[in-house]
């Protein structure tokens, strides 16, 4: 049966994922400031069923109880995002020491258990007072986002093994600056390509001022890069799926490897792209450790004669696979192209895959046990994709299960759940699903059997 095995190297990292506002709850203790999910779900009708943050999963208060589940679970790596907010309550400035001591303590319980820390800088959650002076559209935000970097490098860069600048900076400047879904609720094709811009750049400072400090450990980012594909083979369909592409992924993708931002884009945006500083180029490609990569599904896109992007996009899913509860096409062989297009395209730097999970089903028993082997199959596929992968020369060094415990789930609130561990509505009980069960295994073992 050993062509059913797949093993992985020696040294691979296993992990899981969250972040700070969809867990910590907690969202006004120990003088943290407010942040622009916590004042964008305080409004009406932005989350669905009205809810918000405010408590989520209080890991702030059961840091040490989770933690212990990670040990349990065997993970070699715990990815996490820092609420900027709970450390600068204003942005800059004052430093709330006890929202400081929260990581602090967070990382010494991990590394207590001999679990690497994988920091996020900025996953969404940003100061209400920065937004309020022009967020990410203003430009002053990187050198605000500097001071920030600063303040965790120098309380953390010791023992942190991984930093990512941003989480999915394509999300912040399109879901934020251009539909208005996330906050902070703008729709101008200006501001958003402006907050494009200061990501990167403000990625690129950051970058800079860690390697200034000569810390120990690795800094990269995290992108999304699912896998857009054509309809059909129309001409129409293809340059469709191209400009898909190249908005989501190679706007931060190509800035950042490649020192340029991607010419078909440029030209397809023309005159509304904003006149930028050339000097700022070498800034944002600053050479970093790794490229986290988040994967989640496969879409197809067809020519339409309306939106800006004139493509039309429909989740697609591989023969057999059916969707997730979000509608997103299941398709393991999407990430394939991904890792792929890194290793050809990008010259084969290291690749964490930082997140890849499902919202599957997940009702509970009447023991409170979820069995959600629809989720294990999903999370079995990818993962042997990803041993695939690495025998096909991509540089894929770890691998996260987004997400280590049902959390908020932004915009969709608490609905989709995307844990390997239940968190009971109410009570907030972890409890293991089976998948958590499994990836125990899979972790102890260093393979996935299919
Ligand atoms: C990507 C985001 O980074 C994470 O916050 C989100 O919960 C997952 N995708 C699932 O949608």
């Known amino acids: 049966m050993e062509e059913f095995v797949k093993q992985f190297p020696a040294g691979f990292v296993w992990g899981a994922a969250t972040a700070s506002y969809q867990v910590e709850g907690a969202w006004n203790e120990?003088?943290?400031g407010e942040n622009v999910w916590d004042h964008f779900s305080h409004q009406p009708y932005h989350?669905?069923?009205?809810?918000n943050g405010d408590v989520a999963c209080d890991h702030y208060h059961r840091m040490k109880e989770d933690v212990e589940l990670m040990s349990w679970l065997g993970l070699n790596?715990?990815?996490?995002?820092?609420s900027w907010a709970r450390v600068l309550p204003q942005g800059v400035g004052k430093v709330n020491e006890k929202g400081l001591d929260f990581y602090d303590r967070l990382v010494d319980a991990l590394l207590d258990q001999g679990i690497a820390p994988n920091a996020t800088l900025h996953h969404w959650d940003f100061p209400q007072a920065l937004s309020e002076q022009g967020g990410w559209a203003n430009r002053d935000m990187t050198d605000w986002f500097v001071e920030y970097a600063e303040v965790m490098f120098r309380r953390l860069g010791d023992r942190v093994s991984y930093w990512a600048t941003h989480n999915e900076p394509k999300v912040v400047a399109m879901a934020g600056?251009?539909?208005?879904?996330?906050?902070?609720?703008?729709?101008?094709?200006?501001?958003?390509l402006l907050a494009t811009h200061h990501l990167n750049l403000a990625h690129g400072k950051a970058v800079q001022a860690y390697r200034a400090g000569a810390y120990s450990g690795k800094i990269g980012i995290v992108l999304d890069i699912q896998n857009f594909e054509p309809a059909t083979d129309s001409e129409a369909d293809v340059l469709a799926a191209q400009r898909m592409s190249e908005l989501n992924t190679n706007l931060f993708l190509d800035p950042i490897l490649l020192g340029k931002y991607p010419a078909y884009i440029l030209d397809w945006l023309g005159d509304q792209v904003p006149q930028l500083p050339q000097d700022d180029m070498p800034v944002i490609a600053a050479p970093i450790d790794f490229l986290g990569m988040n994967y989640y599904f496969t879409a197809k896109v067809e020519h339409s004669t309306n939106g800006l992007l004139k493509s039309?996009?429909?989740?697609?899913?591989?023969d057999g696979w059916g969707f997730t509860k979000f509608g997103w096409g299941i398709d393991p062989q999407g990430m394939?192209?991904?890792?792929?297009?890194?290793?050809?395209?990008y010259g084969n730097l290291p690749v964490m895959v930082t997140e890849n999970g499902t919202p599957a089903?997940?009702?509970p028993d009447a023991d409170g046990f979820v069995n959600d082997m629809a989720r294990i199959r999903y999370l079995r596929e990818h993962i042997a994709v990803v041993g695939d992968c690495i025998r096909s020369g991509c540089n894929v060094q770890g691998y996260y299960i987004w997400s280590l415990m049902d959390n908020f789930e932004w915009t969709s609130g608490y609905t989709p759940r995307f844990g390997i561990i239940r968190v009971e509505p109410g009570t907030l009980k972890r409890v293991p699903k089976r998948s958590a069960h499994w990836y125990r295994n899979v972790i102890a073992e260093n393979k996935v059997c299919l």
Not at 77 to 82: A, E
Not at 178 to 192: I, K, Q
Not at 312 to 318: D, L, R, T
Not at 336 to 345: M, N, S, V, Y
């Open 312 to 318: 039309h996009s429909e989740n697609f899913s591989a």
């Open 77 to 82: 790596s715990y990815r996490f995002s820092i």
């Open 177 to 192: 600056y251009l539909d208005g879904a996330f906050p902070p609720g703008r729709a101008s094709v200006n501001e958003a």
């Open 336 to 345: 394939a192209k991904g890792l792929h297009l890194l290793r050809d395209k």
């Open 361 to 363: 089903q997940d009702a």
């Open 47 to 51: 989350i669905a069923n009205g809810e």
């Open 30 to 32: 120990d003088g943290k």
